[in-house]
């Protein structure tokens, strides 16, 4: 391992909370001597309780970091719940959270090593060792987490799983010709499913319109800077999906859109 510890939650930074998850994790490193981890905060302003969302985000964002990382990931409405506690690794890289679906874009791309979180000297507050059901971001994901940064063995932290425990999040309810919008940006910019590679994608290479909360988008826009004018238009984002934006302006605000809007293509 790299010593490499990120962390992605919805929790903001208004309160205490990430500053209890840091501290969980400077807690266990302190056990190994020698050992300098480093935390890097990846966002904590996502949606809440959106774990479609954080996927998205932690698919991106998760992506160019190396081999031998730790991502730890906290978007856990079923928190308390039945809901499995896991770590994966794939490619060398270990994944620490809920197994709501908020991991299940790794088993897309190859096979996931999967463990359960039962490993009872990895848990429990750093001072008390009881373990929160309400917060098990500081007092179970973040000891495991920490551990496994500082060179523990993946099976140390539990029981084998397989990759149903990552969980699966609902599909979204698109047709053959539509797309749903998974994130909206500080910019306004409305990033949806709708990938490039795909049947609809190639489609819409050569040019075409998208109808965004009934109105039509026209694209693709090869920059921001070369937009027509100031209306909307859609281009291929650096994600490889569809997205909607304005030169100078806000799409989202513009056309009124939203994560989980469901845009149309038409037939041409």
Sequence with gaps: MNGIVTLTTDFGLRDPWVAEVRGAVASVWARYPGFRGQVVDLGHDLPPHDVRAAAWFLRRATEAWPRGTVHLAVVDPGVGTERPAV???????????????????????????????????????????????????????????AHLAAGAQLQQAGPPGCEADLGKLPAPATGSRQAAIVWIDRFGNAVTDLERNSALGRELEGGGTVLAAGAPVAGPVTAYGSAPGPDPFWY?????????????????????????????????
């Design 87 to 145: 770590a994966c690794r794939r490619d060398g890289v270990i994944f620490v959270g809920p197994g709501n679906g908020l991991f299940g874009f790794l088993a897309e791309s190859g096979p996931v090593e999967v463990v359960h979180l039962d490993n009872p000297l990895w848990r429990g507050h750093p001072r008390t060792g009881i373990l929160s059901r309400t917060f098990h971001g500081r007092d179970l994901f973040a000891p495991a987490a």
């Design 236 to 268: 291929w984002g650096s994600g490889g999906t569809l997205e909607i934006a304005a030169a100078g302006g806000r799409a989202a605000d513009l056309l009124g859109l939203v994560p989980g809007l469901v845009l149309e293509v038409p037939a041409t």
